[in-house]
């Protein structure tokens, strides 16, 4: 299983946080998600660019890396 790290500036509150768990943990081949204020590991079998496009397409005001 592949681990991937996401960083993440701009995230404020716990309902982003929340927000953000849930959109990485419908996607495919993801297994596990442990997200916080300032990023996430990702466990699975899932593209880097789909776990920023999922995290992009919240339209929330942060920038992911």
Request: aromatic share 2%; charged share 30%.
């Amino acid at each position: 299983m592949a681990s991937q790290s996401l960083s993440f500036k701009g995230v404020t509150d716990a309902d982003q946080v929340n927000r953000i768990t849930t959109a990485l943990m419908m996607l495919d081949g993801v297994d596990s998600v442990e997200v916080g204020r300032h990023g996430a590991e990702v466990e699975g079998r899932v593209r880097r660019e789909a776990l920023v496009k999922a995290i992009e397409a919240l339209g929330l005001p942060i920038e992911v890396k």
